[in-house]
T-cell receptor, first 114, second 111 residues
């Protein structure tokens, strides 16, 4: 089966600019996650979707971050405006459900804000 | 809020030595997952433990879930250079939707 696709792989932007990341989960996976992984740390959940509904976005900085999952398939994560501390790898993951299956992660987007 | 702590942060071993990483949660977990992330890569799912006291094995890897379902361990017997990477535990709290990742244990193996 095809894995979780993410694009772009790398992005360099200046602070205060905007950026968007795209994720295509494994076909049939109802649950989709966006994680932020800062160098040397574990992944931190930003937002969790079940189909096209938001299950948890308690750690999403909503003043600058937004995410959507239209039609319950693809998802986009946007940052506007970016700050230096947003430099991280943004990982998308999907699973068949949120409780009984492990997550399949994409290769991530490495964001550098200068 | 729920916290998941892992120790040690780093471990250097000689090839052939054993390795163990420990994971502790501040709350009772409904399940715990383990992932491996190679340098420059993304986390890859290894296993999920659900039952109190559960022990599962994958070749040289042994995973254990504590009786109280608040701690877990991953033990690697006779490490190989291919075991290099960061091992993360991820715990889901009872009655919750969220799975929280620990900070990981980075394993270095010297040939």
């Amino acid at each position: 089966e095809a894995g979780v696709a993410q694009s772009p792989r790398y992005k360099i932007i200046e602070k205060r600019q905007s950026v968007a990341f795209w994720c295509n989960p494994i076909s049939g996976h109802a649950t989709l996650y966006w994680y932020q992984q800062i160098l040397g740390q574990g992944p931190k959940l930003l937002i969790q979707f079940q189909n096209n509904g938001v299950v948890d976005d308690s750690q999403l900085p909503k003043d600058r971050f937004s995410a959507e999952r239209l039609k319950g398939v693809d998802s986009t994560l946007k940052i506007q405006p970016a700050k230096l501390e947003d430099s991280a790898v943004y990982l998308c993951a999907s699973s068949q459900d949120s409780e009984n299956y492990g997550y399949t992660f994409g290769s991530g987007t490495r964001l550098t804000v200068v | 809020g729920q916290q998941v702590m892992q120790i040690p942060q780093y471990q250097h071993v000689q090839e052939g030595e054993d390795f163990t990483t420990y994971c502790n949660s501040s709350t009772t977990l409904s399940n715990i997952q383990w992932y491996k992330q190679r340098p420059g890569g993304h986390p890859v799912f290894l296993i999920q433990l659900v039952k109190s006291g559960e022990v599962k094995k994958q070749k040289r890897l042994t995973f254990q879930f504590g009786e109280a379902k608040k701690n877990s361990s991953l033990h690697i017997t006779a490490t190989q250079t291919t075991d290099v990477g960061t091992y993360f535990c991820a715990g889901r709290n009872t009655g919750g939707f969220k799975t929280i990742f620990g900070a990981g244990t980075r394993l270095f193996v010297k040939a």
